[in-house]
């Protein structure tokens, strides 16, 4: 989702722009003074060059939070901070235009200076203007750096498309449920404090493609065993559901009582406040008497259609702007 580039530390980023700038080794120009003018210039614009550009690459790469997704805002604020994100992206912001202005004033001063001894003292005082600069960043590039491997991580989740979430217990059958009904090819990214990760299927409806997300770790025990910064990492699901399927095993083989998967709806409900929830009896092959809810077998395919169906058709009620329903037809 998002590949943010490799950071440089504050001396690498420096090495690299001063390594550039002993490569321009000529100056044009008729008269002596001018060629050392301009090669001297040529030093200066070509230290400040790399540096600018370089950090204007990490700017581009990192996601910008003033425009991003509520769901990847959070996973931000979950992980890295969006707070210690911005100020560092500002730090190296600061920095990139910082050195723009230095290359235009150092060359200027360059250009009219009187003799070769005074163009080496400008050119030396610029390069160190430089380092002064880029060392006053480093906290913020190297912020950035560490910011790259969760950003990296990130479940690739489309926030606009219409989404279904399936929840419930561990072994009532949820990846079995999203095996079954998700075509393309599904993806497991790790999610912030979960070691599984997200596997995200999809199906397409009509022209619409819908994304469904198995959770394993996140929505599969209550919220009083999580920190707070996992309760946000789980919120940010909230933001892409427009509906939830939650799956409950009334046999009780996954191990866990009725009453508990219930008990675990009660948190999912406070989770989703906005979003319909479906509440399904899952491996209804096992004749285990129901409370009457829709019920299907995940293992013979029984009843599956029409959960689908009726979670489609929550999560186009629910969700009407990400939700194209006149083309989905
Ligand atoms: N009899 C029966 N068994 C099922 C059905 N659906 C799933 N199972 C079995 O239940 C077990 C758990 O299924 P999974 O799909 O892995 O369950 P899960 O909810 O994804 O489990 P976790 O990933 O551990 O949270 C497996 O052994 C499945 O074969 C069903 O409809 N009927
Ligand atoms: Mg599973």
Redesign the pocket.
């Known amino acids: 989702m998002f590949e943010p580039p490799r950071v440089l530390s504050a001396q690498a980023l420096l090495d690299k722009a001063f390594r550039r700038a002993t490569k321009a080794t000529t100056g044009k120009g008729r008269t002596r003074e001018e060629r050392t003018k301009n090669l001297a210039v040529a030093k200066v614009q070509a230290a400040g060059d790399v540096l600018a550009t370089t950090m204007e690459t990490y700017i581009k790469g990192f996601p910008s939070l003033d425009r991003i997704p509520p769901f990847y805002r959070e996973l931000i604020e979950a992980t890295i901070g969006v707070a210690a994100l911005r100020k560092n992206l500002a730090g190296v912001d600061w920095g990139r235009k910082k050195v723009l202005e230095l290359a235009h004033g150092f060359a200027r001063r360059i250009q009219a200076a009187h003799g070769a001894a005074a163009v080496g003292a400008i050119r030396r005082e610029a390069f160190g203007r430089y380092s002064s600069v880029i060392n006053q960043i480093s906290s913020n590039l190297e912020g950035l750096e560490e910011a790259r491997r969760p950003l990296k991580k990130f479940p690739d989740i489309d926030p606009e498309a219409p989404t279904i979430v399936v929840a ?1 217990y ?7 449920f999203v095996g079954r009904v998700s075509t393309a090819s599904p993806r497991v990214a790790p999610y912030p404090f979960t070691t599984q990760g997200v596997f995200v299927g999809h199906f397409d409806v009509g022209y619409t493609r819908f994304q469904i997300l ?1 959770t ?1 770790g996140l929505l ?1 025990r209550p919220m009083d065993e999580r920190n707070p910064m996992e309760r946000q990492a789980i919120t940010a699901l909230a933001h892409v559901a427009d509906s939830v399927v939650f ?1 409950v095993d009334p046999s009780e083989t ?1 191990g866990y009582e009725l009453s508990s998967q219930m008990r675990l709806l009660d948190t999912v409900r406070e989770l989703f406040p906005e979003v319909p929830i479906l509440v399904v009896e ?5 004749g285990t008497r129901g409370l009457g809810r829709p019920a299907m ?3 013979t395919g029984s009843g599956v259609e029409k959960v689908l169906a009726e979670a489609i058709r929550l999560a186009r009620s629910s969700a009407p702007a990400s939700v194209p329903q006149a083309r989905a037809g």
Do not use: E, H, M
């Open positions: 419930g561990p072994n009532v059958g949820k990846s079995a198995d394993p599969d799956l996954c899952n491996k209804s092959d096992l077998s995940t293992l």
